[in-house]
T-cell receptor, first 114, second 113 residues
Framework: DAMVIQNPRYQVTQFGKPVTLSCSQT?????MYWYQQKSSQAPKLLFH???????NEADTPDNFQSRRPNTSFCFLDIRSPGLGDAAMYLC?????????????FGDGTRLSIL | KQEVTQIPAALSVPEGENLVLNCSFT??????LQWFRQDPGKGLTSLLL?????REQTSGRLNASLDKSSGRSTLYIAASQPGDSATYLC????????????FGEGTQLTVNP
């Protein structure tokens, strides 16, 4: 049973057209993360939520925003996608920030920019 | 700044062979190290997590070791099978970085029947 669910699996958008990716979890974990992974590269953390506390990485572009309306859902908004934003976007969860528990990942959304 | 390196970048072996994947990290002040598997076009599946106080973890045919002082971890796969073909990534969680994981770029493993 999928525990971290990302929709859609594939997303195509036009250059400059806003797009939203979604993630939901059935694990009731406190922490939710968004990673960007470009082809053959390591996943790169964009930001994470600890409950409602938003933590942005210093080098995450302003073009990327996130919302977490409740424990189960987290959204990634890209306000004006550029060609360089084409990537796999991975959502992950963990039980707590201080917890020595593994991060659980969804299957990702592959974003293409036309 | 923590850097994680995985060598080799790609590995091809015949079925049945035992193999070792390597991961090294520059800052030994880590909280834990996690090994993941990634199939093409898919997300990451957690395989093993080793806490900083542990030396190794085992799950089925997989064994991961950690030498924190030398900044190294290995993932040992016994009796490899074609279904093991995937990219294997290691990631470290630093003591001072909260929940943040720093990933290596992975080793792409192909097991040939």
């Amino acid at each position: 049973d999928a525990m971290v669910i990302q929709n859609p699996r594939y997303q195509v958008t036009q250059f400059g057209k806003p797009v939203t990716l979604s993630c939901s979890q059935t694990l009731n974990h406190n922490v939710m993360y968004w990673y960007q992974q470009k082809s053959s590269q390591a996943p790169k953390l964009l930001f994470h939520y600890y409950d409602k506390d938003f933590n942005n990485e210093a080098d995450t572009p302003d073009n990327f925003q996130s919302r977490r309306p409740n424990t189960s859902f987290c959204f990634l908004d890209i306000r004006s996608p550029g060609l360089g934003d084409a990537a796999m976007y991975l959502c992950a969860t963990s039980r707590g920030r201080g917890s020595n528990q593994p991060q659980h990942f969804g299957d990702g959304t592959r974003l293409s920019i036309l | 700044k923590q850097e994680v390196t995985q060598i080799p970048a790609a590995l091809s072996v015949p079925e049945g062979e035992n193999l070792v994947l390597n991961c090294s990290f520059t800052d030994s002040a880590i909280y834990n190290l996690q090994w993941f598997r990634q199939d093409p076009g898919k997300g990451l599946t957690s395989l093993l997590l080793i806490q900083s106080s542990q030396r190794e973890q085992t799950s089925g045919r997989l064994n991961a070791s950690l030498d924190k002082s030398s900044g190294r971890s290995t993932l040992y796969i016994a009796a490899s099978q074609p279904g093991d073909s995937a990219t294997y990534l290691c990631a470290v969680r630093r003591e001072t970085s909260g929940s943040r994981l720093t990933f290596g770029e992975g080793t792409q493993l192909t097991v040939n029947p």
